[in-house]
């Protein structure tokens, strides 16, 4: 074995190790101090951001054996965001039609069934533990190795340079990241492929402020 290739092996063992002892220590002591759950403003005022953009906005194609469409808004450099999918797949031989509309606000994810004029709330913490300990740019990137994401070679969307995550034994198989956010997704579906593909993006455009609220009518059945 060369020189230069035992260097490189190397130095990636040091780099994963150095990850996990982040991850674990970083783990620990949210356990101890206990978490608290803060809302987009508090996390702002902070000077926490989950994106390095501040607001924008992603259209989706959903491809593979399953079709569709997902759109992404977002605000606050991400702390605030909305995404609606509708998804069409077979399921037992029958056609199946799935919804997808969620809130978030900080730690606060908010699952919103219209059908039943419900919604669901839980806390999500995993993204800004990782932002009190790191800059937006590596944010995702210690989501993902805490995830169990493996980081793979780059490729091109959207004229975009996107890191390519894959995942081993999971639903989500791959990731394509763009500065923090979601450009391509392919997850598995009991034994169908499902693909994410994001056809038009905008970035530092506000979307409407409406599309992160709640409706009041809605009932709240969990916290």
């Excluded at 919804?99 to 908010?110: A, M, P, Q």
């Excluded at 490729?155 to 995942?167: A, D, G, H, I, R």
């Amino acid at each position: 074995m060369s020189s230069c290739l035992r260097f490189l092996l190397v130095e990636t063992k040091i780099s994963h190790r150095y990850r996990l002892v982040l991850f674990v220590m970083t783990s620990l002591i949210l356990m101890v101090s206990g978490a608290q759950e803060r809302t987009a403003d508090e996390l702002l005022t902070e000077g926490l951001k989950k994106y390095k953009a501040k607001s924008g906005k992603i259209n989706y194609v959903i491809s593979g054996d399953a079709k569709g469409e997902e759109i992404l808004a977002f605000d606050a450099h991400g702390w605030t965001s909305m995404r609606m999918q509708t998804m069409i797949f077979k399921l037992y031989g029958l056609q199946t039609m799935q919804t997808l509309h969620e809130v978030r606000d900080g730690d606060w994810v908010y699952l919103i069934n219209e059908g039943d004029s419900t919604f669901r709330r839980k806390k999500d913490f995993k993204w800004s533990q990782q932002a009190a300990y790191k800059d937006p740019a590596a944010v995702s990137e210690a989501v993902l190795f805490s995830l169990g994401g493996v980081q793979s070679a780059d490729s091109l969307l959207l004229n975009k340079t996107c890191q390519v995550w894959t995942f081993e034994n999971k639903a989500l198989q791959e990731l394509w990241i763009w500065e923090g956010l979601v450009m391509k997704r392919k997850t598995k579906l009991g034994k169908q492929n499902v693909v994410v593909t994001a056809t038009e993006m905008s970035i530092d455009v506000e979307p409407d402020p409406s599309v992160f609220t709640v409706p009041d009518y809605l009932k709240l059945v969990n916290e």
